[in-house]
Every structure is written in structure tokens, then in C-alpha cells.
């Protein structure tokens, strides 16, 4: 049973309207402790209709069907969805219907807001700050007026930005539950209203009762408007086994309300036109098969094109991301433009024990390279992040001074020493030990050639290089928020495998993200590595200080590299000492300037320090920030205190999230 504590709400001396208003907040973190998990059956009827369309549809991830076919869809799911809390939830779809062709996802960002998750600091996943959520108070203001016996709670966005949203919450006044929504906002060129109710039945229960969204998306000359009806509490439960099963028949039985008018014709329309084609005589029936191929087979194309492709079976996942699509296009001042694919197959024996392989794919339009890695990992035991994995994969092409040198001796100042190819093979064993020890062992293999065999040769010059090393990390974990410190060993044995390196290398680092108020995030990184060992001055090569080769997007790596550093310093020290600082905050500067402001979501400041034999201490500042079309950041670099050079770097942020 769940037990109300309005002294816990009231006891602050405020206005009615702020107790109010606090009540609101506190609700979930006075309740929390009674909500335990739920388990729910959801039905979903959605309905896209399309208002105007152009080619350029054709280039947008998931818009593949409407781009090309009919301009109005409609489909059904039926789901189980398991909410633990907050921050934990899955959907898992047993029973699935609809007129969009195979059953492709179209704009599954709206399916996301169709469940909004009030007492979370998001509102949607890492989407939308929640106005319900004490930390985000200081982007909103609230206005109360009292109905009956609930209160009226308005919201609006103290500054116009795509993070807030505008609406009214009906509100229970002894206990400050929230009873209803009525909200609208903007999402990656998508402008949403929602209307929620939530559940009545189980107090306990933070899910909506039922939700309905409406959506349009508007995009250099195309209009998609979209309704999503969303019933969380439908009687029917189906076994666990239903997975993604296309029965129109078995949807017709779990359906919790009729359909509404206009999804009834979309269906008898889609009805009339298979009739028509069974009708046929035998030889219309042959042009029809002949022209359904020929369309199956540009479906396969262009979707594989554009979109992401998603395959599973009971034991078999494949994911590959599109072939065409500028999301997976990035720039950086020192690495010019780079393109890159990913592709990811699993096969499961059970829940315990699968094989994935993840190849990855990129090309270096500046540095003219092309860049693969194709790790093969079979996990063992998940619960202890248990796995062994076999890679194959190759480098930035490197150099180093010393042999520059001597190159230089015999040929003269006006040739330059040709780039070495790295390629590498790995094997690694990973296993957590405890909850805050993770011990990784393994061996690594390089094979590094020149790029040029025969000016090497003609110079007196080794033209290839091998190393075999094994290697130890160890990572702690000790404090459940703190700060996680990683130390790395490898010793390289000369005469295996024709290996002609020697030597002895340790690496530290230690990693801390601080989660403040409103999803501002404080990232700080310091590392050190050095030599103890070397049998030539040959090929310096760490494992935590190393050249990015293909800029990511803003959720990957920026925070622990540096933008502006030039790559042959990377091979030059026998040691290194780094640190960064990052600070990112959803509203910070430029978020609140108008018309700029609007679209800017999150803000980033960057600080970086760097310390390595023949130079002075080296800084880098920056500032970035991310918005629906891309993220950006801007950056400038200094030997000690004097200005050395400036850059920028860019990558395609849009939807991304879609």
C-alpha cells in the first residue's frame, strides 16, 4: 500500500503556489522507495500522412517508404513494456501490423515520444529537460491556478531552446501526484504535442494511463504530419516467446478500443488493392509479379543506401549503417574530412554466451588512407563483462625522428623519409574480478612497413619492423562515484614472430565524469606513460596517447584528445603527461542569446595540457557546442604561453538521434 507524507511537502515556509509547486517535485523522491518494478502490455495505433513531399525526402534516415510510396500509413504494435525506474525501461515488441511496407520503422524518434518519463530529469531519453524535475527549475517558469480539487501548474521556457518544453499539469494539491499533461515542444525538426493522462488505477505506477502525440516534421519542403495513441494498461498478456510477429489477425483480438475512421480506410484501401492484384488474369498477374520484383529490388537498394539495416532472428542480430548518409562524415582542422561504416553481426548460442563482430570502416580524404578495424569477440560470461577478443586492424601511418635522421644523412635534405604502415593484430582476455577490479591480458603484434620499400633500401635503411608484446591492464573501480584508474603494462620481445623491437612501456590513467545538477557533466582525464626500456629509438607507440585517425561526433572522444596537436608528436617522446577538463552544460552561453540561442542545445568548454621531451608544455582551449543540424567545436593551441595555431572541428549531428 502506498502511504501519502504531505508534511514532507509542506514543511517549507513558501507562498501556497511554491508549496505547491515543491510538492510537484517531490513527489517521486518521497515515493520512490513504494514504486516497484511494472510490468505493462502497450498498444500503439500511429497514422502518418503525408501532406508534401520532394526527392530530398529520400535522403532522410527511416523516410524511405513514405519518400517513395503512399502518402498515408497506418500500423499498430502491441508491446510489453518493463519500466524498473527512472532511468531503467525496455520496450519489447511482441505483435506488430500496419500498411507500411516490411514492417520498416519510419521516424522512430516518435514511438520515444509517445512515453514520457515525468519524474526523470529528461523527459524522453537524454532528450527534452523535464519541467517536473527539481534540478531543471531554473529553466522554467511556473504559474498555479486551483480548479475544484486539483491545481493547474503552467510551465514555460524562461529562454526559447529546443531542450524546453511549454504546457500545464494538472495536479493532485494534497499530494502533488501529477494527474494529466498537456505539453508542446520541438525535437530535431519535429513539432510535438502532447496530451497524457496518467494511470489512475495504480498509484504506484509513474506511466501514463494514455497518451496521444501529435507530430509534424517539416524539412526543406516536405510535411509529414504523424498521430501516435498510446494504452498502457491493456488486459491481454502474450508469452515472452511472441517476438515481432506480423498477425493482423491476432492484432484484431488485443485491440483495446475499435480503429478510428481514418485508419479503417487506410486499412480497406490496402485491402481493395491486394484483392485487385489476386483479380488479375494469369498474364497481368506476370507483369504485376515482374514489376513487384523490380520494385523489391530498388526497396533493397535505396533502403540500404540511406538507412540503417536492422536483421535478427532467434540467434542471429546484423546491424549496418547506411552506406550513403552524411551522419557518418566528420572534419577536423589537422585531419581534414573522413568518412566512415560500421557494421555489427551477433550470433547467440543463449543469454550467457554469443560471438559479435563490429567491423569498422573509415576513409581519410586528407591523409588519402583507408582505415579498418575488425574486432571478432566471444563473450563467456556477461555478467562479469567476461570475453575473449581477436582484432585485425591498421594505424596512422607514423614516422620518428631519429630514423628521419638518419635518413637524412644518407639522402640529403631534399627528400623526405616516406611514412611507415602499421597494421596490428590482438588478442585480448577481459574479465571483472570484482565490482571495482577488471583485469585485461593479452598480446599485440605489429607490422610496420614503409610506404616506400625502395628509397628505404636505397638509403641503407631497415624498410620493415615487427614487434610482439603481451600486455596487462588493470582497471579500479573503488569508489561507486569516483574516479576510475587504469594501468597498462607491455614488454616487447625481440626474435618472435621476426620481431626486431625490444622493449618495456607503462601507461596510468585515471578517468572521472562528475554528474552535476540539470545533466551538466564535469569530465577530467590525467594520464602518464613512459619507457623503462628500448632497443632502438624507433617507433614510439603508446596505447592512451595516440592520434585519433577518424573524428567522431559529439559523443565520442573529444574530451580526452587533443584537436590541434601535430601527429608525428604522438611518436616522438619516450614519455608523455596529459591531462583535460571538460564542462558541458545543456544552457550556458550562447544558449541564451536569441534567434542563435534557440537551437543550441549543449555547450562544451575544453582545456587540455600536454608535457613530452623536445618542447615546451603545450595547451589547448576550445568551446563547442551541439545542435539538431551539427556539432562544432573551435579550438586554439599554445607552446607555453605563446599562440601556436587555431582550428575547428565538425561533424553531421543530423538525425542522428533518430
Known sequence: MMIFMPSICFARNRTADSLLINCMWDYYECNKDYISAVDKNLYIVYHFSTKRRNALLYLIPTMYSIARGEKDYVGETYSKLRYRSANDYEFYRQVTCGTIPHQRDVMPILFELATPNLYNVHLYRNRILSPFHRTNRFFYKYRVSRVGGYAVIHFRPRSSNT????????????????????????????????????????????????????????????????????????????????????????????????????????????????????????????????????????????????????????NITLNVSPLLNPLYMGYSHSKGLSYKLDIGARYAW???????????????????????????????????????????????????????????????????????????????????????????????????????????????????????????????????????????????????????????????????????????????????GFYTQRSTDYFVDFTNFRDNNLPMGWEDDWTGQFQLLDSRWYNESDYYIRSHVSYDSPLLMLSWIPWVGRIVETERIYISALSIDHTRPYYELGYGFQNRYFSTGIFASFLNTRFQSFGCKFTIELFRRW
Open 350 to 528: 543463449n543469454t550467457h554466451r554469443y560471438l559479435t563482430l563490429n567491423p569498422r570502416f573509415g576513409y581519410n580524404f586528407k591523409g588519402k588512407q583507408f582505415y579498418y578495424t575488425l574486432p571478432l569477440r566471444m563473450t563467456y560470461n556477461p555478467k562479469r563483462n567476461g570475453y575473449t577478443e581477436f582484432s585485425w586492424g591498421n594505424g596512422n601511418r607514423t614516422s620518428h625522428g631519429a630514423l628521419g635522421e638518419a635518413f637524412q644523412k644518407v639522402m640529403g635534405d631534399t627528400i623526405g623519409m616516406p611514412d611507415f604502415k602499421d597494421e596490428y593484430f590482438q588478442l585480448i582476455n577481459n574479465v571483472v574480478a570484482f565490482d571495482w577490479l577488471e583485469i585485461i591480458t593479452g598480446m599485440v603484434y605489429h607490422r610496420r612497413e614503409s610506404s616506400d620499400k625502395a628509397l628505404m633500401q636505397q638509403a641503407g635503411l631497415a624498410d620493415k619492423f615487427f614487434s610482439f608484446a603481451p600486455s596487462l591492464t588493470v582497471r579500479l573501480s573503488p569508489w561507486k562515484k569516483g574516479p576510475t584508474l587504469t594501468a597498462n603494462y607491455e614488454r616487447g620481445i625481440k626474435g618472435v614472430l621476426q620481431s626486431n623491437l625490444g622493449y618495456e612501456r607503462w601507461e596510468f590513467d585515471a578517468v572521472y565524469k562528475h554528474q552535476k545538477k540539470s545533466v551538466r557533466i564535469l569530465n577530467l582525464r590525467l594520464g602518464a
Open 163 to 314: 531542450q524546453l518544453i511549454k504546457g500545464e499539469v494538472n495536479v493532485d494539491l494534497f499530494t502533488g501526484r501529477i494527474l494529466s499533461l498537456k505539453c508542446q515542444g520541438e525535437f530535431d525538426m519535429i513539432d510535438f504535442k502532447i496530451d497524457a493522462i496518467m494511470d489512475h488505477r495504480d498509484l504506484h505506477s509513474p506511466l501514463p494511463d494514455q497518451c496521444t502525440t501529435e507530430a509534424t516534421f517539416k524539412f526543406l519542403g516536405n510535411n509529414i504530419n504523424a498521430s501516435i495513441t498510446s494504452f498502457y494498461n491493456c488486459q491481454t498478456t502474450l508469452p515472452d516467446s511472441i517476438i515481432n510477429v506480423d498477425d493482423s489477425v491476432l492484432m484484431k483480438k488485443l485491440r483495446p478500443i475499435p480503429l478510428g475512421a481514418e485508419e479503417k480506410r487506410i486499412y480497406e484501401a490496402r485491402q481493395r488493392q491486394e484483392e485487385e492484384v489476386q483479380g488479375n488474369d494469369t498474364i497481368q498477374k506476370s507483369s504485376n509479379r515482374l514489376k513487384e520484383m523490380k520494385d523489391v529490388a530498388w526497396d533493397i537498394i535505396g533502403d540500404n543506401l540511406i538507412n540503417s539495416t536492422h536483421k535478427q532472428t532467434e
